[in-house]
C-alpha cells in the first residue's frame, strides 16, 4: 500500500504536549484567565465558605458587581468569554484526541475553527495556531482514514463474493452504499470548513500551504471510491488545490520544510492512484526527495526528525513504483 503524509506521524503530538494539557485545562478552566482581583471576585470568595446571613449578604454583592461589570463593557466581556471558550475547546479536542474519541475531536475543532473570524473581530489572531492546525487534520485525518480503511475492506470482500456467485453481493453493496455516504459527509464537511473558514487571501505561505493541501487531500478521498462524473469532478478539484499549494510552496517554503514535504508526498501518491500519471508521480517525489537531500544539513533539530520521517516515505514510495514498473 502507499503511505502519504496523512497517514503518518506528521500530526503526532510530543509526549510533552499530551502531559500538559492536564495542567492547562487546570490553568484556564476553573476562573478564566487570572486578572487583578476585583470586587465581585471578593465578594463570590467570601460567599463561598460563609454562613448565613454573611453568605447571602455576599452574594448578593457579588451578583450586583457582576451585572454592573458586565454592562459597563459589554465588548471586553464577550471578548474574554471568546477567548475562555476556545481555550476550552482546543483542550478538550486534545482530550477527545488521547481518548480516541475522534468524531467528538472534530466537533471540538470545528469549533475553533469557526471562532477564527470571531478572534480577529475582537483583536485576536486572525488564523489557527500551528497546534491548532495539527489538531484540526489528526481529527478528521482520523474520522475520514476510518471509513477509507472500512471501504477498502468492503470493496475487496465484495470483488471476492462476485467472484464466487455467492448471491451476497446485494447486501455488500448496501452496506458499501452506507460507509461511502459517511465518507462523503465528513469531507463536505471539513472542505466547507476550509472554504468558508480558514482559506483567506492575507493568510502567511504556511497556512496557506497547509489548508489548500488539505483541500486538495480531501477531494482526493473522495475522487478514490467515487464513479463518473463525480470522480472526474473531484481529481480535477484535488488537482487544482495542489498545484495551488505547490506554486506558493515552492517560492516560499524551504524544501525540507515538513509540510512542503508532505504536500510533495501526497500529491504523488494522487498522481499515481486517482490520476494513473505514474511517471509524472515519479518524477515528482523524486525531485521532492533530491532537493530536500541537497538541503539537509540546514535542518534545525525540531523539524529533522518530521522531515526525514517524509523524506523516507518518498523514497519508499519510489522504490515500490519502480519496482512496480520493471515487473509490468
Not at 226 to 246: G, R
Not at 275 to 292: I, R, Y
Amino acid at each position: 500500500m502507499l503511505v502519504s503524509a496523512d497517514a503518518e506521524a506528521r500530526d503526532r503530538r510530543s509526549l510533552q504536549d499530551r502531559t500538559s494539557v492536564s495542567a492547562e485545562f487546570n490553568r484556564t478552566n476553573a476562573d478564566g484567565p487570572r486578572a487583578p482581583s476585583a470586587p465581585h471576585s471578593d465578594h463570590r470568595y467570601l460567599a463561598e465558605f460563609a454562613t448565613e446571613p454573611e453568605k447571602k449578604e455576599n452574594a448578593d454583592k457579588a451578583s450586583e458587581s457582576y451585572q454592573t461589570a458586565m454592562s459597563s463593557s459589554p465588548a471586553t466581556s464577550d471578548a474574554m468569554c471568546d477567548e475562555i471558550g476556545h481555550e476550552k475547546n482546543v483542550y478538550m479536542a486534545k482530550l477527545a484526541e488521547q481518548a480516541e474519541r475522534y468524531e467528538e475531536m472534530v466537533e471540538y475543532m470545528k469549533k475553533v475553527a469557526k471562532t477564527v473570524g470571531q478572534k480577529e473581530n475582537t483583536g485576536g489572531p486572525p488564523d489557527l495556531t500551528l497546534e491548532e492546525r495539527n489538531l484540526l487534520s489528526v481529527a478528521y485525518k482520523n474520522v475520514v482514514g476510518a471509513r477509507r480503511a472500512s471501504l477498502r475492506i468492503i470493496t475487496s470482500i465484495e470483488q471476492r463474493e462476485l467472484t464466487k456467485e455467492t448471491g451476497n453481493h446485494p447486501q455488500i453493496a448496501g452496506y458499501k452504499m452506507k460507509v461511502e455516504e459517511e465518507l462523503k459527509n465528513i469531507c463536505a464537511d471539513i472542505l466547507e470548513l476550509l472554504k468558508d473558514h480558514l482559506i483567506k487571501p492575507e493568510l502567511t505561505s504556511e497556512p496557506n500551504v497547509f489548508y489548500c493541501k488539505m483541500q486538495a487531500d480531501y477531494h482526493r478521498y473522495l475522487a478514490e471510491f467515487a464513479t463518473e462524473p463525480e470522480k472526474k469532478e473531484n481529481a480535477d478539484k484535488a488537482s487544482e488545490s495542489y498545484q495551488t499549494a505547490m506554486s506558493c510552496a515552492e517560492e516560499e517554503l524551504a524544501s525540507t520544510h515538513p509540510i512542503r514535504l508532505g504536500l510533495a508526498l501526497n500529491y504523488s501518491v494522487f498522481l499515481y492512484e486517482v490520476n494513473n500519471q505514474q511517471g509524472e508521480a515519479c518524477k515528482l517525489a523524486k525531485s521532492a526527495f533530491d532537493a530536500a537531500i541537497a538541503e539537509l544539513d540546514k535542518l534545525d533539530e525540531e523539524s529533522y526528525k518530521d522531515s526525514t520521517l517524509i523524506m523516507q516515505l518518498l523514497r519508499d514510495n519510489l522504490t515500490l513504483w519502480t519496482s512496480e514498473d520493471q515487473n509490468e
